[in-house]
Structures are given as C-alpha cells and as structure tokens.
C-alpha cells in the first residue's frame, strides 16, 4: 500500500517522512481499515473517502472539529462532504432532531414539517416556486433530468467535462480527467447516448455545442462551481451566455447546486444573478441527515404530479420527519443570520489567498480555488493548467501533511470553512501550512 503512494509519485519518495509519522498517530485507524475491508469492498462505501495509505477513521463531531478512533483532534475542513454549513452537530440542529424523535423518526405519510421545510426552501432559494424531496443528491439529478426532457420532449443533455452528478447512469459521463474514457463498467452506452460534454468555462466552444444539438436539447445541468472537480468556479460571463442559448433553443438550464447551495445568499444562482429553470440541492440542505431535492418553475415542476406525466421523487425516506426536523433548523438558522455567508465568504478568502502567498514564498506557483467558502489548492503543472478530475500529486501531499498536524482536507479534494470555523482556525492552518510548504515544494 506505502509503495502504490510512492510510486504515485513517480519514485520521487518525498512523502516517505508524512507517512511514517501518519502510521505513528492512527494505528487504531489501520487496524480499523483492515477490519472493515473484510466487509466493505476496498473498505469504504464512498469511494472518494478512500486515501492512500488508508483512510482516519472518524469517532465524533463538534463544531470545527472531528476526533479519529486514535483520540486525534483536527480542524475539519472536509466538513460533511462540504455540507456542514453550521459545523458538527451545531446545538439548534441537536435540539430539533431530539424534539423530533419523541414523536417519530418516520411514519411514511405526508406531514407537516415538509411543507414547512418546502416553504423555506422557496423563500431561500431564488427559482424555487416548487419542491420535491428525494433523500440524495444523486436522486435529484436524475429527476431533473428527467423532468428537463419531459417538459422538453426532447432527449440531449449536455453537462461539463469534470462536472460531478451523483452516480446515476445518465449523468456519470466526463467526470475524470482526460474525460474520454467510460466512468464505469456496468452502465450501458444506450444509457448515455443522448448525454454529451462540454468544456466548463469556455464559452465559444460550449455555444458551438450548444448549437449543433439546439434543436434536440433539452437541458443543461452545470455546477455554478465545479465541486468535486476541484472548486474551479465558473465566470459569470460563461453561466449567462449558456443561460442566453439555452433559452435560444427552447431548452432548460438547470443548476446542480448539491455543493453551492445555501453557501451563499440565495445561493449560487443568486451570487451569479443567473436564474436556472431547476435546481437541484443535496448536502446541507438536510442540516446533516440525507436528503436531495429538485426544485424549479411551478410549470415545469407539476409534471410530477401524481397521475402526472413524469415519475418523480419515489422514495421511501422521502420527506421523513428527521431530516425535515434537521433541514428546517439549519434553514431557519440561515434565514435569521444571513451575516453567516458574509464570515465564510471573507474566511474563505483569506485562506485562499495565504496559501498561495506562502507557496509562492517558497518558490512555488499554486492556485487555491474556489468562491466564497470553498477551497481547493492546486499546483498546476506544465502541460496541464489545472484540470478538474486529474491527480494532483503536490496537492495530495500538501493535505496529508497538514493532518499529521490536526488539520484536515481529505487530501487532494476541496474544502469548506463553516460558520464555526474562526480567525484562529484560519490563521492556525496559514502556520501549519508555512511548515510544511518547504517540504512539499522541495522534498526532504
Ligand atoms: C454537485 C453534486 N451533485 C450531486 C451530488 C450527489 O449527491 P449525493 O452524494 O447526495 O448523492 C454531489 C455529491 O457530491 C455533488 O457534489
């Protein structure tokens, strides 16, 4: 396992230092990894939770911080798959779910804690005029691209080369990095035929595509922010002239906004001022528990009526009582303290920019990226500048050697600084970044 890392590297052994260190501090980790590989295959069940040498095993949350079965502390900036806007466990959120569990975990039948839940959702999220709730955000983006295609009639979905979906089968296509090759055995090419890519963020050769499929398009599903794909946001030029052809070819624009969503106001698309038809939402939406919703225009949206046309939102957990709880009181809180975007928003942003100021001092060209809360640092090579979905050897290393330090990203994957995470935890991972640079620039 250490030789398949090193060898990653291309026989340059400069991580060989870290991992001893990190093989020190989590053998409870290790001994963890091998019990649940007996279970598991490769001993996950996300496949991006998975790093070389084997992955910190996590106990508990609070806040900013997580503790692994080692009884290390870390600042998180992994943060529930970038969702955890309030941090672990945030007290309002506690407090509803416990209220909540007297009473049910989930019956099955419709309730009122959705509609309530549905009614924020629409007051926070710009194009929201309807709601359906499903439990993830690979869900929702199945049913808004079906409904797309639906309300359409007609079958051409374009999405961009590195944008991230969810694993369902219509929309894993030009995830990874050269984004030619299939992403996975088992899902048939008729199952993507009428899927194609284009290239995020350049707009001549995205309209040019646009316009050979016009008139069979129905849809365009982007990440405001390539998410996944390495917090690359897109240019406010790019969205508004897709958002021009789109409506050029009687087709729909929806935003995938499982990451962006409620990291700004309004939004992404409220940041961009660019108003999709559908939107799709995921992650801290549901305050911590699973939940996915698409929401969108009221016309396009009751296709999915019962007895309607298009089948939308089955789903046993849909609309349970728990994540209704969990998602209103992480809504409500956002909705009275809209201070909230503004503190990630400049934290973020004086992370970002120390990173890649310390880096330069050492002599190296970085790009940390990412808008608002977000970040992901990048050492763009030569021959390619920075590609989402392409390994990003530098950029593993200088996150593995942060965690020997308490501070963790999953390594070489994005981050988010929550409202929780403070001027101190900021200014902690700038120091801890200034000893490692050296290491991770010039090796040992
Ligand atoms: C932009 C985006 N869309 C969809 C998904 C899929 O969401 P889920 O993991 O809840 O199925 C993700 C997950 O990372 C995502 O980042």
Same mark, same amino acid.
Request: aromatic residues 8%; hydrophobic residues 35%.
């Given at each position: 396992?250490?030789?398949?890392?090193?060898?990653?590297?291309?026989?340059?052994?400069?991580?060989?230092?870290?991992?001893?260190?990190?093989?020190?501090?989590?053998?409870?980790?290790?001994?963890?990894?091998?019990?649940?590989?007996?279970?598991?295959?490769?001993?996950?069940?996300?496949?991006?939770?998975?790093?070389?040498?084997?992955?910190?095993?996590?106990?508990?949350?609070?806040?900013?911080?997580?503790?692994?079965?080692?009884?290390?502390?870390?600042?998180?900036?992994?943060?529930?798959?970038?969702?955890?806007?309030?941090?672990?466990?945030?007290?309002?959120?506690?407090?509803?779910?416990?209220?909540?569990?007297?009473?049910?975990?989930?019956?099955?039948?419709?309730?009122?804690?959705?509609?309530?839940?549905?009614?924020?959702?629409?007051?926070?999220?710009?194009?929201?005029?309807?709601?359906?709730?499903?439990?993830?955000?690979?869900?929702?983006?199945?049913?808004?691209?079906?409904? +797309?295609?639906? @309300?359409? =009639?007609?079958?051409?979905? /374009?999405?961009?080369? *590195?944008?991230?979906? !969810? %694993?369902?089968?219509?929309?894993?296509?030009?995830?990874?990095?050269?984004?030619?090759?299939?992403?996975?055995?088992?899902?048939?090419?008729?199952?993507?035929?009428?899927?194609?890519?284009?290239?995020?963020?350049?707009?001549?050769?995205?309209?040019?595509?646009?316009?050979?499929?016009?008139?069979?398009?129905?849809?365009?599903?982007?990440?405001?922010?390539?998410?996944?794909?390495?917090?690359?946001?897109?240019?406010?030029?790019?969205?508004?002239?897709?958002?021009?052809?789109?409506?050029?070819?009687?087709?729909?624009?929806?935003?995938?906004?499982?990451?962006?969503?409620?990291?700004?106001?309004?939004? +992404?698309?409220? @940041?961009? =001022?660019?108003?999709?038809? /559908?939107?799709?939402? *995921?992650?801290?939406? !549901? %305050?911590?528990?699973?939940?996915?919703?698409?929401?969108?225009?009221?016309?396009?949206?009751?296709?999915?009526?019962?007895?309607?046309?298009?089948?939308?939102?089955?789903?046993?957990?849909?609309?349970?009582?728990?994540?209704?709880?969990?998602?209103?009181?992480?809504?409500?809180?956002?909705?009275?303290?809209?201070?909230?975007?503004?503190?990630?928003?400049?934290?973020?942003?004086?992370?970002?920019?120390?990173?890649?100021?310390?880096?330069?001092?050492?002599?190296?060209?970085?790009?940390?990226?990412?808008?608002?809360?977000?970040?992901?640092?990048?050492?763009?090579?030569?021959?390619?500048?920075?590609?989402?979905?392409?390994?990003?050897?530098?950029?593993?290393?200088?996150?593995?050697?942060?965690?020997?330090? !308490?501070?963790?990203?999953?390594?070489?994957?994005?981050?988010?600084?929550?409202?929780?995470?403070?001027?101190?935890?900021?200014?902690?991972?700038?120091?801890?970044?200034?000893?490692?640079?050296?290491?991770?620039?010039?090796?040992?």
């Amino acid at each position: 396992m250490l030789q398949s890392i090193l060898d990653d590297f291309m026989g340059e052994a400069l991580l060989e230092d870290a991992l001893q260190i990190y093989t020190e501090r989590t053998k409870k980790s290790k001994e963890t990894y091998e019990r649940a590989r007996e279970v598991f295959p490769g001993g996950i069940n996300h496949n991006i939770r998975f790093f070389e040498p084997y992955p910190l095993y996590i106990k508990s949350g609070k806040g900013s911080r997580v503790w692994d079965v080692d009884g290390n502390e870390y600042i998180d900036l992994w943060m529930l798959h970038m969702g955890a806007i309030l941090g672990h466990s945030h007290p309002a959120i506690v407090k509803a779910l416990q209220e909540q569990i007297e009473h049910s975990l989930h019956h099955g039948f419709v309730n009122e804690k959705a509609i309530e839940f549905a009614e924020l959702i629409c007051d926070l999220v710009p194009c929201a005029e309807k709601v359906r709730l499903c439990c993830s955000g690979t869900e929702a983006t199945q049913y808004a691209s079906r409904l +797309a295609r639906a @309300y359409t =009639g007609k079958k051409i979905l /374009l999405k961009a080369k *590195g944008g991230w979906h !969810g %694993g369902n089968d219509v929309l894993q296509k030009g995830v990874s990095y050269p984004f030619e090759a299939k992403e996975s055995l088992g899902i048939p090419g008729e199952a993507q035929m009428y899927t194609h890519t284009i290239p995020f963020n350049d707009t001549e050769s995205t309209l040019d595509i646009i316009e050979d499929h016009g008139k069979d398009l129905a849809g365009i599903i982007l990440e405001p922010m390539l998410g996944a794909g390495g917090c690359i946001p897109a240019t406010r030029e790019y969205l508004k002239a897709v958002k021009e052809a789109v409506v050029k070819h009687d087709a729909l624009l929806i935003f995938d906004e499982v990451i962006t969503g409620f990291k700004f106001a309004g939004c +992404a698309q409220g @940041y961009y =001022g660019v108003a999709p038809n /559908l939107t799709t939402l *995921g992650k801290t939406l !549901g %305050g911590g528990l699973p939940v996915g919703s698409v929401v969108g225009e009221e016309q396009i949206m009751n296709l999915a009526e019962p007895g309607g046309k298009v089948w939308v939102g089955g789903g046993t957990f849909s609309g349970n009582v728990s994540t209704m709880s969990t998602g209103i009181a992480t809504l409500k809180y956002l909705k009275d303290h809209p201070d909230v975007y503004d503190k990630i928003g400049s934290l973020g942003g004086e992370l970002r920019k120390g990173i890649d100021k310390i880096f330069d001092e050492h002599g190296a060209i970085t790009r940390t990226t990412g808008i608002g809360p977000f970040l992901n640092t990048h050492f763009p090579s030569k021959d390619v500048s920075i590609m989402s979905g392409k390994f990003d050897a530098k950029g593993f290393e200088y996150n593995f050697r942060l965690i020997n330090y !308490g501070i963790l990203f999953l390594p070489g994957r994005g981050g988010l600084i929550s409202a929780v995470h403070s001027k101190m935890d900021v200014n902690k991972i700038l120091e801890v970044t200034g000893e490692v640079a050296g290491e991770v620039v010039h090796g040992n």
